[in-house]
């Protein structure tokens, strides 16, 4: 597994659709971006900008449940993509059980906004789909969420399905 954190949570200009950008910590900086819905985006960005809403959304109510059952999510990992699909899990801790329960990337994210818990990426996921974007360090022009986006679709428009065979 490779640790990242959540770069961006942007929306794609060409398809108007929310992105979330996660970048390893260390190494490449190599970087996963993940197209999700509006409201997982709404939810992730109202965590990361720590808004409150008069009554708990429900990643906030799935906080909540979780701490009142004396469970944590240890850590939240990106586990694959099968059929244009990403898969996630939620790997708890719950006494001197680890459950691990499948999530769609979007809401585990939204979720470990909330806690604080750490991000992974399975490696051959990150091998196969990490994208290495320029960054401030490549260029003297400072890295533009918008321009990432950009070069991710760039990216998509040119690969064939024959690249996802093993």
């Known amino acids: 597994m490779v640790e990242v954190h959540l770069a961006a949570v942007r929306v794609d200009l060409q ?13 490449a900086r190599r970087t996963l971006p993940i197209f999700i819905g509006a409201p997982e985006a709404t939810a992730i ?3 990361l900008q720590g808004v409150t809403t008069p009554r708990p959304m ?13 469970a944590s999510v240890e ?9 244009a699909t990403y898969y996630a899990e ?10 691990t329960v499948s999530s769609r990337p979007s809401d585990a994210i939204a979720l470990a906004a909330r806690l ?7 490696d051959d996921l990150l091998d196969a789909e990490g994208v ?3 960054t401030e360090d490549d260029d003297d022009e400072p890295a533009n969420p918008e321009e990432l986006v950009g070069e991710f679709r760039q990216f998509l428009q040119n ?8």
């Open 132 to 134: 290495v974007l320029q």
């Open 15 to 27: 398809s108007n659709t929310p992105v979330v950008l996660l970048q390893e910590t260390e190494g």
């Open 58 to 70: 429900t990643h906030d109510l799935m906080r909540d449940m979780l701490a009142a059952l004396g």
């Open 159 to 166: 690969i064939r399905p024959e690249d996802f065979s093993s």
């Open 75 to 83: 850590r939240v990992v990106i586990t694959e993509l099968r059929s």
């Open 116 to 122: 604080g818990t750490s991000l992974y990426v399975a």
């Open 45 to 47: 960005a109202f965590a």
């Open 90 to 99: 939620l790997q708890l801790q719950m006494g001197d059980q680890s459950p």
